[in-house]
């Protein structure tokens, strides 16, 4: 029996993340599954881009450091990381970051269709 987009998104919404980063991956999952209809895949969740940091760096998702940073910190951090204006760390721009986390909610995404 094949999962629908309806079932997949309740199994995501019933899920009760605990940080920031999991409400950040959970988000992005539920708007990964807007755009779907059946096929759970990462070819058709990447919607044509070859890598989620692609995808990321592309326009595909948030484009804002301020506004991923916002989505994947919590308020401690966002603090330290002036809001977006800092990198999250030395090694990572907020977009390699929100590429990590787009990653994260395809796994769950299909985790969760299985």
Known sequence: MNTTNSEITARIQATSPRSAWSRGVKLYA??????????????ALLNGAENWKAFSYGGSALIYDADIAERLSSP?????????????SSRESWLDC???????ASHLIAKLSR
């Open 30 to 43: 539920l708007e990964l599954l807007e755009s779907l209809e059946s096929d759970y895949t990462a070819a």
């Open 98 to 104: 929100q590429s990590r986390a787009l990653n994260q």
């Open 76 to 88: 401690s951090e966002l603090k330290l990381k002036k809001g977006g204006d800092l990198p999250p």
